[in-house]
């Protein structure tokens, strides 16, 4: 199948980083490798204007980043949104009919595998028929006799009849499901529920002691 959008040509898109980015960088690294120890206010002072110029090549970095990336990302959004209004209608009739033959293909599959337990049935029957036969001939060596090879064969032959199901087309059963009581589902599967890092957060300021959680603290300057 050929290309169902337009590719949007970006060949002429240069990407790299501004000589004044390297340059501020290069000033900034090298202060902040000088900063050993911190065992003064001189040495404070020096450290926090070091961090500071870190910080804001950080800080810029990530808005250039941003900015150089939305065209982009726009694009991105406008090839996303034209092809799913594109496909929308498609989604909703090939969803349609995947349902009803799913349903048709799980249909013929019992009606399949019902017949051949039928005939599983059926044959041992037969098969005790002649073993029976055979016991009370007393030869044990004698085959299975023409009558009842035919009927065993007639027994495979309409199982494949009972079994219409579309041959290459596969079925997948979905379970979908609805929270309709978080209580109860708590309660009975509290296996069912992981911790929620943000609400961790949230009550580790009001305390630190909750049972389950290891706390500690890191001091960072900002």
């Given at each position: 199948m050929?290309?169902?959008?337009?590719?949007?040509?970006?060949?002429?898109?240069?990407?790299?980083?501004?000589?004044?980015?390297?340059?501020?960088k290069?000033?900034?690294?090298?202060?902040?490798?000088?900063v050993?120890?911190?065992?003064?206010?001189?040495?404070?002072?020096?450290?926090?204007k070091?961090?500071k110029?870190?910080?804001?090549?950080?800080?810029?970095?990530?808005?250039?980043?941003?900015?150089?990336?939305?065209?982009?990302?726009e694009?991105?959004?406008?090839?996303?949104?034209?092809?799913?209004?594109?496909?929308?209608?498609?989604?909703v009739?090939?969803?349609?009919?995947?349902?009803?033959?799913g349903?048709?293909?799980?249909?013929?599959?019992?009606?399949?595998?019902?017949?051949q337990?039928?005939?599983?049935?059926?044959?041992?029957?037969?098969?005790?028929e002649?073993?029976?036969?055979?016991?009370?001939?007393?030869?044990?060596?004698q085959?299975?006799?023409d009558?009842?090879?035919?009927?065993?064969?007639?027994?495979?032959?309409?199982?494949?009849?009972?079994?219409d199901?579309?041959?290459?087309?596969?079925v997948?059963?979905?379970?979908?499901?609805?929270?309709?009581?978080?209580?109860?589902?708590?309660?009975?599967?509290?296996?069912?529920?992981?911790?929620?890092?943000?609400k961790?957060?949230?009550?580790?300021?009001?305390?630190?002691?909750?049972?389950g959680?290891?706390?500690?603290?890191?001091?960072?300057?900002?």
């Amino acid at each position: 199948m050929t290309e169902l959008i337009k590719k949007p040509i970006m060949h002429d898109a240069e990407i790299g980083i501004v000589s004044q980015a390297h340059l501020m960088k290069k000033d900034a690294m090298h202060a902040a490798r000088s900063v050993e120890t911190v065992d003064d206010l001189f040495e404070a002072q020096f450290a926090a204007k070091a961090q500071k110029t870190l910080k804001s090549i950080i800080n810029a970095m990530e808005e250039s980043r941003k900015k150089a990336k939305a065209p982009m990302l726009e694009i991105g959004r406008n090839i996303d949104g034209i092809a799913k209004d594109f496909v929308a209608d498609v989604v909703v009739e090939e969803q349609r009919i995947a349902k009803l033959l799913g349903a048709y293909q799980r249909v013929e599959r019992d009606k399949k595998v019902a017949a051949q337990r039928q005939a599983m049935i059926e044959e041992n029957k037969i098969m005790i028929e002649q073993a029976q036969k055979a016991a009370e001939s007393g030869d044990f060596t004698q085959s299975i006799d023409d009558a009842a090879l035919a009927k065993i064969n007639q027994l495979r032959e309409e199982v494949a009849d009972k079994h219409d199901a579309v041959e290459g087309v596969k079925v997948k059963t979905t379970t979908k499901f609805e929270i309709v009581d978080e209580a109860e589902l708590l309660a009975a599967r509290p296996d069912l529920f992981s911790p929620d890092q943000s609400k961790i957060r949230q009550a580790l300021k009001l305390t630190k002691t909750i049972p389950g959680l290891k706390t500690w603290e890191e001091t960072k300057a900002y």
